[in-house]
């Protein structure tokens, strides 16, 4: 059995939200008691609709946000009691804007080595020198070294933020959206990139992303979220070929062939968004699903074990 890295249990966090000038705040939430292990050497992805979680999932990941409620435990030690330095060195993030994650101010090498610096590991020349080896490795010549991010292209930008990534060997990446604000014809030069690197270093992903034709192709397992809960967990193939969750099928369901003439698919989830202050004693996906029973609005679901995983429904 593969070596757990990360392990989340009842991860939870709360946002006090006002909804208007007279109205009280109401508690969201936006993560709501998430058990999820993250392997090492494994691909992790994390779907849903914009909103249901996942960046937030990411911040808590990262130590950027602290859980209202729950424990996440990195190599057996609680992340709360690690030193935040520990922290980032063993888990970076690769976010989703190349544009707005790199200082305008710095050069590149700088850039790519400020990790190594924050970390106080090495002399500015072995740093340096650090740096631009990791650039190679992403296909960034050393040329590159002393422009500036406004002098490279979108894809070169997404490039130089995996490298500072990298830079400090960590243990797991978080990938959040990493290609979807690049042309589509770079997109595929960095998930190759992204795969070639976890190939040659041995590398732990953590892949947040609305396209689940990436997903399906980079995933080793994926996990479902929908309203802040994981709904549905598997390994990828099975998750694709036999979805069991009513939610998971809808998102399927919702992708756009290639095939002329098909036209928009319908996914039978209605004209309504999801309602993140819904109160409801039942199924937090029972208003939209079109397998719904009507124990299924005041009854929490039961978690189903399925293999290598598990779906949280009545119905399957």
Excluded: W
């Amino acid at each position: 059995m593969s070596e757990t890295l990360l392990e989340m249990r009842g991860l939870t966090r709360s946002f006090s939200v006002t909804r208007g000038m007279f109205s009280r705040a109401a508690t969201l939430h936006a993560v709501a008691g998430i058990d999820l292990d993250v392997k090492r050497g494994e691909v992790l992805g994390i779907v849903g609709e914009s909103g249901c979680g996942k960046s937030t999932l990411a911040r808590m990941m990262l130590g950027i946000l602290p859980p209202t409620a729950g424990t996440m435990r990195m190599g057996g030690v609680d992340v709360s009691q690690m030193p935040r330095r520990e922290l980032a060195r063993r888990m970076q993030p690769v976010f989703q804007d190349p544009y707005s994650s790199l200082n305008p101010r710095r050069r590149i090498a700088s850039i790519v080595a400020l990790p190594l610096e924050v970390q106080g590991m090495g002399t500015v020349d072995e740093r340096r020198a650090r740096a631009l080896a990791v650039m190679e490795q992403v296909g960034l010549p050393a040329r590159f070294a002393d422009n500036y991010p406004n002098q490279l292209s979108g894809g070169q930008r997404q490039r130089v933020a995996i490298a500072r990534a990298l830079v400090t060997r960590p243990e797991i990446v978080i990938c959040d959206e990493p290609t979807s604000a690049l042309d589509v014809s770079v997109q595929s030069q960095i998930l190759n990139l992204l795969m070639d690197l976890r190939r040659d270093l041995g590398l732990t992903y953590v892949f947040i992303s609305h396209n689940l034709g990436v997903v399906e192709h980079l995933a080793s397992r994926v996990a479902v979220m929908y309203l802040g809960r994981v709904v549905e967990l598997a390994p990828v193939a099975d998750l694709f070929a036999e979805p069991k969750h009513p939610y998971t099928q809808a998102l399927l369901a919702s992708v756009l062939s290639p095939e002329p003439g098909l036209g928009l698919p319908d996914a039978k989830l209605g004209s309504a968004s999801p309602d993140p202050f819904a109160k409801s004693a039942g199924c937090p996906f029972a208003p939209r699903c079109p397998a719904v029973m009507e124990f299924c609005r005041s009854t929490t679901p039961p978690q189903r074990l399925r293999e290598g995983g598990y779906a949280v429904c009545h119905v399957n």
